[in-house]
């Protein structure tokens, strides 16, 4: 028991680091705010930074980041508008072409309306909607199954609510491919190394034997950029990415205008990947 | 003791180099695999875990069934399992250790495996399967190896063997328990998400294990000068019945609930199981055999005159052990997987390689069974 107990403590500090951390690097926007305001509330700087990471660690609901996408399947209207996401996200994260379903690696992917939302069967939707490609990526999920089950932590929630994979640690037993519902993730069957097209160096490539998925661009969202897919289709806005908790972001303007929805909402999981679902436009 | 195990026939030593000509090869394959990585084998992206797993999650319960010795024994003071408890708990170590390799052989990167020992995680079923099953397996070395050696020196075994036999009780079951919940707990895969998968388990573990110590006594009976009783042997075919008969009345159960209620991602598994969806059916063939096995089994060993013949029951007993192998070590792990969450069909089948790694892991399972099993052999002949 108390080496439980140990083990929780320990959890419950290192969790609290993170989160100052986390919060110092991300939002250095939000910590001028806090730090204008108690200024100006006549609170000298070291109580200002105290009230910030006390802040910051008891409710990352308040100051912290949840990112969360919106895909307007709408605006998807060529074979094109599809492939520049996923060359952008594939090129970026030196992901493999192996050429073959078996081995195969994907972060993002096209997958027809009645696979991406099984449950949603109906006989009287048409062929054309049944068949319309939706792209499919990994949730970043409020609730991840794939971090619950990791035995080594190499996949974890950060407090932005990113899903992020540690590659050095992963021991690759794949628990987190069985427990992901949304079949969001890939294993490294072979050594991908010789199957990238074009070698990013700005990115990690990874050794066989370790899984990976989508990491909502986590490396460029800190250098302020929006992840690559969101980019290479920002001329129609058919990817919309944005923080969840700032209520003028253009997702939550998105949420609050469209109606939308989630893969598998009744599992708990909590997608942050959302889905416009209509008639395309102007075909 | 060990020197028992190195004095032996021609048999036995053929034996022997047959066993390590298995493990020997699969060795080699096991290296190929970590050179080229684990798309040497039959998994994919969809079917993420095959055979190995699969016989993981099958020799886990072979291990857990040597409760069904100690509770008679130990708990209602069975005295005709006196002369069989070390097979159930030499068993239990052999596929424990089984287990544990299996598992090592699935890892993508096996050098980092200390890593779970290093980031402890509870949060994570896989962390305690670990705890619980290494508990087990030193559990059974210690309890096993102190009452035989306490045999030997026509003792009775030491005071404090005893607590610990009792531990090992609700630890054999907690093996079994921990390692349902490593599928009844993820959503999304419904053929395993079902409050009874642990019940299952444990049904299928308790039919197949003693199953396996019957086959394995009578073996011994022939090849030895050492007889296990016919008393026991019985005994043990009765617990045989009474588990497949309970097995295959949970296995309905997840039929009717899945049926019944209609729901479709309840039902896909089974369709794909028992009938193919798609026109892909390779499991087909698989599953129903199990079941005419274990119906055939069940046929056998439920009439007392019949079970009482030693033949017979050694029919029964390979049957059922064929039929929760195939359940268990087949249709449970790769079936969680198909339907994809696309409801998708992949279908999987093992490599020749995957199958070399595989028998080369079994041959060992089955060179510890060998070695302790002479050993204790060796031992009871002197004391009778």
Same mark, same amino acid.
């Given at each position: ?33 806090i ?12 109580? @200002? ?7 910051s660690a ?9 990112? @969360?996408?919106?895909v307007d ?14 060359d ?5 994260h ?21 696979? +991406? ?29 794939? !971090?619950?089950?990791?035995p ?10 990113? !899903?992020?994979?540690?590659y ?10 069985? @427990? ?8 490294n069957?072979r ?13 990690? +490539?990874?050794?066989?034997? !370790? ?26 806005? @058919? ?37 416009? !679902? ?6 | 003791?060990? %020197?028992?195990?190195?004095? $032996? ?15 020997g090869?699969?060795?080699i ?12 084998? $039959?998994?994919?992206r ?30 209602h003071?069975?005295?005709?399992f ?18 544990l ?5 699935? /890892? ?56 610990l ?12 328990t ?9 959503? $999304? ?7 009874? /998968? ?49 097995n ?5 159960? %997840? ?11 309840? /039902? ?18 698989w ?8 119906i055939m ?13 030693e033949?017979?029951? /050694? ?8 039929s ?10 790769? $079936?969680?997987f ?8 992949? %279908? ?5 390689p995957?199958?070399?790694?595989t ?26």
């Amino acid at each position: 028991m108390e080496f439980l107990l140990y083990i929780r403590v320990i959890r419950i500090f290192v969790k609290f680091v993170f989160n100052v951390l986390e919060n110092m690097e991300t939002n250095r926007r939000q910590f001028l705010k806090i730090f204008g305001i108690s200024t100006l509330s006549g609170l000298g700087s070291i109580p @200002a930074i105290w009230a910030f990471t006390q802040h910051s660690a008891l409710s990352t609901q308040h100051f912290g980041k949840r990112w @969360a996408m919106v895909v307007d399947i709408k605006k998807f209207k060529t074979e094109d508008d599809y492939k520049k996401c996923i060359d952008a996200c594939h090129s970026v994260h030196n992901v493999p072409d192996f050429g073959n379903p078996k081995d195969e690696v994907k972060w993002i992917w096209k997958m027809p309306y009645k696979n +991406t939302f099984p449950e949603q069967e109906d006989d009287y939707i048409s062929g054309e909607m049944k068949n319309m490609p939706f792209m499919v990526l990994c949730n970043h999920c409020k609730n991840p199954p794939c !971090v619950r089950v990791c035995p080594t932590k190499a996949t974890f929630k950060r407090a932005d609510g990113i !899903v992020a994979m540690d590659y050095h640690r992963c021991i690759g037993c794949r628990f987190c491919m069985a @427990a992901c519902p949304y079949g969001s993730r890939s294993f490294n069957f072979r050594d991908p190394r010789p199957f990238i097209k074009e070698k990013n160096s700005e990115y990690p +490539t990874r050794a066989k034997g !370790v899984v990976e998925k989508c990491n909502f661009c986590e490396e460029r969202l800190s250098k302020g950029l929006q992840p690559a897919c969101v980019e290479a289709c920002k001329d129609n806005k @058919a990817l919309i990415f944005g923080d969840l908790n700032d209520p003028d972001s253009e997702v939550r303007k998105v949420l609050e205008t469209n109606y939308t929805i989630r893969r598998k909402p009744e599992l708990g999981t909590q997608p942050g990947v959302y889905y416009i !679902v209509g008639a395309k436009e102007d075909v | 003791m060990f %020197e028992k195990a190195l004095t $032996g026939d021609k048999r036995y030593w053929g034996w022997i180099f047959s066993l390590l000509l298995i493990m020997g090869t699969g060795f080699i394959f096991y290296l190929k695999q970590l050179d080229y990585g684990l798309g040497i084998t $039959g998994m994919s992206r969809d079917v993420s875990w095959g055979l190995y797993i699969a016989q993981f999650t099958f020799l886990v319960g072979v291990a857990a069934s040597a409760v069904m010795l100690v509770i008679p024994y130990y708990l209602h003071d069975y005295k005709k399992f006196g002369k069989i408890i070390i097979f159930g708990e030499f068993l239990a170590i052999s596929a424990v250790i089984m287990c544990l390799m299996f598992v090592f052989v699935d /890892m993508g990167q096996p050098m980092r495996a200390m890593n779970i020992i290093l980031y402890p995680t509870p949060n994570s079923i896989m962390f305690w399967d670990m705890l619980v099953l290494n508990g087990y397996l030193l559990l059974n070395l210690t309890i096993g190896w102190t009452t035989l050696n306490a045999e030997r020196n026509d003792m009775p075994p030491p005071d404090w063997v005893k607590p610990l036999i009792y531990v090992s009780i609700p630890w054999a079951i907690s093996i079994h328990t921990v390692t349902a919940f490593l599928y009844a707990g993820l959503p $999304g895969r419904h053929l395993w998400l079902t409050a009874i /998968m642990a019940p299952r388990f444990l049904s299928s573990a308790f039919a197949s294990g003693p199953a396996l110590l019957i086959i394995l006594c009578l073996i011994v009976k022939r090849v030895s000068n050492f007889d296990p009783g016919k008393e026991a042997i019985q005994t043990l075919g009765k617990i045989v019945t009474y588990a497949v008969i309970i097995n295959l009345f949970f296995f309905l159960l %997840e039929i009717f609930t899945a049926f019944y209620s209609n729901i479709p991602g309840h /039902m896909h598994p089974f369709k794909y199981l028992f009938f193919g969806t798609e026109g892909h059916g390779k499991l087909v063939p698989w599953m129903w055999t199990a079941f005419i096995l274990s119906i055939m089994a069940i046929a056998l060993l439920i009439n007392p005159n019949m079970r009482k013949r030693e033949n017979i029951l /050694m029919v029964s007993a390979v049957l059922v052990f064929i039929s929760t192998w195939i359940d268990k070590g087949m249709g449970l792990v790769i $079936g969680g997987f198909i339907p994809n969450p696309f409801e998708e069909i992949t %279908e999987y089948s093992p490599t020749i390689p995957e199958v070399l790694i595989t028998l080369g892991v079994w041959a060992t399972g089955l060179l510890i069974i060998t070695v302790l099993y002479k050993i204790a052999v060796s031992i009871k002949e002197e004391t009778v």
